[in-house]
């Protein structure tokens, strides 16, 4: 393709994104095929000879679309926001058009340098001190390996350098609890800690936040054992229900030991931007690393993940590799990301979160949050004062935990009321919604927050669930007479 080529196509690439985004609620939220029904309609092998932009028009429209579940709908309440602003759209064809080669400041200074700066904005917008410095990884996940990577290192006495956790005389722990998000338990078996290193320590059944004292105890009682604790990673918004361990309690705990403490803030972190919400994390300052996704409730196009550390010789120290065909005169006075974080090659990931800031602006984006924050209260207010409703947990952001539950329906019968009425709606194609298990019973999560959504949405989704359980309860106690 030449450039003069790309130009033709790729304003007619750019029409057909805003026209999607203008007609995105005229379709059904959740994707309506079944297994295998995509891959049906597409060529077992390559086309040899090139295709025009028409066919390729065609098969977006035709093959692709009805593939993709809207989650930039404004009827999309399911597991957590995933905003992918058009701002920030256009910072990533920017980085994509740039075709940039992020493997060294050398071969791309503006990659490194404006990531800097944005990591930096970043840091000040969500009340962080000058001691944190700042990169971006493509996922929440990657950034929780990358600390429990740095914390074993830390425990083990950079055990990497010689036998590896193999010959580290005591075994090393991590303490989480069973709220935090699989990708917790995901990093803690990638880097080498095992299962049965791995302690889910109780929490409030109310909150589902981590209790200090149990945490402390484990510790302690690990100690006694003959084992190495080495890292707590505590969850700031759950992804279940929203969910926020007393960071500030558990750094007291951690301190002292020198445990590495990772606050996995992935949701949260957008609401840190509101002066009003920080003290959900208060105690931050005291934690070894924080991550926390753009690309969720903020709206930066996935993937933009901010992984910072306090201590950025000893994230260097673990990742540096440094081979002689990287090296460059200026090496000396340079940041190498490369040795911030796993791959090598990066993408310009800093321009989408850079445009984003810059054409939206704090103010719209700041103003959108408390939108959702106030559309989150104003569900649980109503569910509330709804007979045979209730919300099941504390609603800390934007998202609201719920649950139907008529007279006389109970246990598993209670169960498959919620998975039923939930799928009716899911199906439907009207609205998506996300069902979660909590203490082996069913709730339904309602997470508010897509770019587009206001009160009318959440209204009319709130009409839309009364009538769906009730109908669908009306049809269950009919078919039992
Ligand atoms: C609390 C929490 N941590 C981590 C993750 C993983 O995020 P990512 O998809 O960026 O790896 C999620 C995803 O929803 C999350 O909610």
């Not at 049906?40 to 593939?67: N, Q, W, Y």
């Not at 971006?136 to 990577?149: F, G, Y």
């Not at 190495?228 to 700031?236: E, F, T």
């Not at 002292?256 to 509101?274: F, R």
Request: charged share 20%.
């Amino acid at each position: 393709m030449t450039p003069e080529e790309f130009r033709n196509a790729g304003h007619r690439m750019i029409d057909w994104i805003a026209d999607y985004r203008t007609n995105i609620d005229q379709m059904p939220v959740r994707a309506q095929v079944s297994p295998g029904e995509i891959k049906k309609h597409l060529p077992e092998s390559a086309p040899e000879a090139p295709e025009t932009i028409d066919r390729l028009f065609l098969d977006l429209e035709k093959i692709v679309l009805p593939g993709i579940t809207q989650v930039q709908h404004p009827m999309h309440f399911g597991w957590f926001p995933s905003n992918a602003s058009l701002a920030s759209v256009l910072g990533d064809i920017a980085s994509s058009g740039l075709g940039t080669l992020g493997i060294s400041w050398e071969s791309c200074p503006a990659l490194t340098e404006v990531e800097q700066v944005v990591c930096d904005w970043m840091r000040q917008l969500t009340g962080l001190s000058e001691q944190w410095e700042g990169t971006i990884h493509d996922t929440a996940s990657t950034a929780c390996l990358t600390a429990l990577l740095l914390a074993r290192e830390q425990a083990s006495e950079y055990s990497q350098n010689n036998g590896g956790l193999q010959s580290a005389p005591k075994p090393l722990i991590v303490y989480t609890t069973e709220e935090a998000h699989s990708s917790v338990t995901k990093a803690a078996l990638l880097a080498g800690f095992g299962k049965q290193n791995l302690r889910l320590v109780e929490y409030d059944p109310t909150t589902r936040a981590m209790i200090p004292d149990a945490l402390k105890t484990r510790i302690e009682q690990d100690i006694a054992d003959g084992y190495l604790p080495a890292a707590v990673v505590a969850s700031v918004g759950s992804t279940g229900v929203t969910a926020f361990d007393p960071v500030a309690r558990i750094s007291d705990i951690t301190g002292p030991y020198k445990i590495w403490l990772h606050v996995d803030a992935a949701m949260a972190g957008s609401a840190m931007l509101l002066p009003e919400c920080r003290h959900l994390w208060e105690g931050v300052e005291a934690a070894d690393s924080i991550s926390w996704n753009p690309h969720k409730w903020m709206g930066t196009i996935l993937d933009c993940a901010l992984f910072y550390v306090k201590d950025p010789e000893h994230l260097i120290r673990v990742m540096s590799t440094n081979p002689s065909y990287l090296r460059s005169s200026v090496d000396e006075e340079v940041t190498q990301y490369r040795d911030w974080g796993i791959p090598l090659g990066r993408r310009f990931r800093a321009l989408k979160l850079w445009f984003h800031l810059k054409l939206d602006g704090l103010d719209a984006i700041r103003k959108r949050l408390r939108r959702d924050l106030d559309n989150a209260r104003w569900l649980a207010a109503e569910v509330g004062k709804t007979p045979d409703w209730r919300v099941v947990t504390p609603v800390n952001l934007q998202t609201v935990c719920i649950v139907h539950e008529p007279a006389g329906l109970k246990g598993e019968a209670l169960n498959a009321h919620t998975l039923a009425w939930a799928g009716e709606i899911n199906q439907s194609g009207k609205a998506f919604i996300s069902p979660a298990k909590i203490n082996d019973c069913w709730l339904v999560r309602v997470s508010i927050g897509v770019e587009t959504c206001d009160r009318e949405h959440v209204k009319n989704l709130w009409e839309l669930i009364k009538s769906t359980a009730s109908s669908e309860f009306a049809g269950l106690t009919m078919n039992k007479s």
